[in-house]
């Protein structure tokens, strides 16, 4: 198990959105791994995730030569893939320029 020491920012009400970019998405149930995994709530022609819904849930997978799509589930798309806002590995930010940068004739001999 990963413990993910970031606090999670979801609201206790309304539908669930994405943490970094605030775009609604939906949770399908991944049925072979019993995860969660955020999609875009349209379905798409082209998603890679296969999925349909029970009762008031989406249940699915991922598509893969093991778990081919197929009716009746529809095709929906890992929000990852089209989240804007995804978090980059490692973003490594320059250091700001000073912009007051003072010479340090002080203290010269
Ligand atoms: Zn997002």
Known sequence: ???????????????PACGSCGAQVVFVKMVYTDKRLPVDPIPVADGNVSARLVGNQLHGYVISDAHPHGAPNHRYAAHH?????????????????????LPTTQGEP
């Open 1 to 15: 198990m990963v413990r993910r020491s970031r606090s999670r920012t979801m609201r206790k009400t309304g539908p």
């Open 81 to 101: 893939g089209s989240c804007p806002d995804r978090p980059r590995p490692k973003p490594r930010p320059a250091p700001p320029p000073t912009l007051f940068d």
